[in-house]
């Protein structure tokens, strides 16, 4: 799910920069890569490490080891600490972001191709702009009809033969999805809203910075592993050498490089830019899986993720007119 993957992170971003102040610099280059190829690529890592590990003790045992690194990493740069509160806010926030919308991405895919996943993952950002109803933001015409589009395609890819072959797939990357979608809202109550507004209380914010993702990482993870026990999970031991490397890419690459390097997108390219992820993610992820993993995707699924696709590009440029609008008047 983005962030995500890392998870794919959540569609809270500072204020729009114009695209004329986006120079494609060898570093912005770099970062696009980053948050294009690594995250599309994760799908598939997390297929391929489940030859050794299970979907809970996966996602919890990546998440503790990678929420561990960038809180040891934010200690030895003397930064924030999380409140007491702030950690509350985590444990909410985490367990539905990574323990319902990671875990249930990973036991969609014990049942379903990567790719099928990830373009069903790609409708987030619509449900997050449906969601966003209850802080007061309506989207105009555009933004609807990307949703309305975005939705149909969705719609489409679950009567294709892969969702189809699958019902427990399908249920759980609907969770999956729910509920990164809700923990991504509470986690970041929209711009619109301010510290003294009302939709800003009804929020979960956490900890500003990597501190904050890092105690999101470090709660998520923990929930995921009690989700392991409940579920009886046995990791397979010792581990496919190719399981474990795919572990260790999803810690290293998936969760810290790519996580980076959407937040350098962030503070030096267009919003528009730096989210390109989302539709860039399932073409990438739906290739690799057709040529790395021998997934099948019949034509009647492409179509469905080209229609889901184009749902998301409306949005964006929904959003896109909106601000103009908003900053001529």
């Given at each position: 799910m983005p962030p995500p993957s890392p998870s794919?992170?959540?569609m809270a971003a500072p204020s729009p920069v114009p695209p004329a102040a986006t120079a494609l610099t060898?570093?912005?280059l770099a970062c696009l890569a980053a948050t294009w190829f690594v995250w599309?690529?994760?799908?598939?890592?997390?297929?391929?490490?489940?030859?050794?590990?299970?979907p809970f003790f996966q996602m919890g045992t990546r998440f503790l080891a990678a929420g561990a690194l960038l809180m040891a990493w934010v200690a030895w740069r003397g930064g924030p600490w999380p409140s007491r509160r702030q950690w509350g806010h985590a444990t909410v926030v985490g367990a539905l972001m990574l323990g319902g919308g990671m875990g249930?991405?990973?036991?969609?895919?014990?049942?379903?191709?990567?790719?099928?996943?990830?373009?069903?993952?790609?409708?987030?950002?619509?449900?997050i702009a449906a969601l966003n109803r209850l802080w007061g933001l309506r989207p105009g015409r555009v933004e609807l009809a990307g949703i309305g589009l975005g939705l149909a395609g969705v719609l489409m890819l679950t009567q294709g033969s892969?969702?189809?072959?699958?019902?427990?797939?399908?249920?759980?990357?609907?969770?999956?999805?729910?509920?990164?979608?809700?923990?991504?809202?509470?986690?970041?109550?929209?711009?619109?809203?301010?510290?003294?507004?009302?939709?800003?209380?009804r929020g979960l914010p956490l900890a500003p910075g990597a501190s904050g993702f890092a105690s999101e990482m470090l709660c998520g993870g923990a929930f995921l592993m009690g989700l392991s026990v409940l579920a009886g999970e046995r990791p397979a031991w010792p581990p496919e050498p190719q399981a474990l490397a795919a572990w260790a890419y999803l810690v290293v690459a998936g969760s810290l490089i790519a996580f980076n390097a959407y937040m350098v997108l962030l503070s030096r390219a267009s919003s528009a830019l730096a989210s390109s992820y989302t539709y860039v993610n399932p073409v990438i992820a739906m290739l690799l899986g057709v040529g790395f993993a021998g997934e099948v995707v019949s034509a009647w699924e492409w179509t469905a993720a080209g229609v889901v696709l184009a749902g998301v590009v409306l949005l964006f440029v929904g959003r896109r007119r909106g601000a103009a609008s908003a900053a001529a008047g």
């Open positions: 794919p992170p959540r060898p570093l912005v599309g690529s994760t799908y598939l890592a997390i297929k391929l490490a489940l030859v050794s590990f299970p249930a991405t990973a036991y969609a895919e014990q049942s379903v191709g990567s790719g099928l996943v990830v373009a069903f993952i790609a409708v987030v950002p619509l449900m892969g969702f189809a072959a699958s019902p427990a797939g399908l249920v759980a990357i609907t969770v999956a999805c729910v509920t990164w979608c809700i923990g991504s809202v509470l986690a970041a109550p929209p711009r619109a809203a301010r510290p003294e507004d009302p939709a800003w209380r």
